[in-house]
């Protein structure tokens, strides 16, 4: 098992910038992805952003399109915890924000965090 916890939400102002945080433990080991997703009132989960953890270069990531430019996702895996840097934060960023983990045994997201709110008020 691998428990997933999200921190750093919180509000801010249109432009402002944010870094979440996730702090996996458990079974970390078996992990080969890493991502963030959110969900807005009233509307399904959406993907983020998305680091891969072993290839052969190191790391590799992808974003939506939609943060692209303004979003950044990275590790600490001396620390075991995953990043989400925001800046140029707009209204529509407005969310809780998830954290997920894929084992290398599985093809989809298979472990999640509670979630942690931001809002970004205009």
């Known amino acids: 098992q691998v428990q997933l916890v999200e921190s750093g939400g919180g509000v801010v102002q249109a432009g402002d910038s944010l870094r979440l945080s996730c702090v996996a433990s458990?079974?970390?080991?078996?992990?080969?992805?890493m991502g963030w997703f959110r969900q807005a009132p009233g509307q399904e989960r959406e993907f983020v952003a998305a680091?891969?953890?072993?290839?052969?270069?190191?790391?590799?990531?992808n974003y939506a399109d939609s943060v692209k430019g303004r979003f950044t996702i990275s590790r600490d895996h001396a620390k075991n915890t995953l990043y989400l840097q925001m800046n140029s934060l707009k209204p529509e960023d407005t969310a809780v924000y998830y954290c997920?983990?894929?084992?290398?045994?599985?093809?989809?997201?298979?472990?999640w965090g509670q979630g942690t709110q931001v809002t970004v008020s205009s």
């Open positions: 680091i891969s953890l072993i290839t052969w270069s190191g790391t590799s990531t």
């Open positions: 458990g079974r970390t080991f078996s992990i080969d992805r």
């Open positions: 997920a983990a894929k084992s290398s045994a599985v093809t989809d997201y298979n472990y």
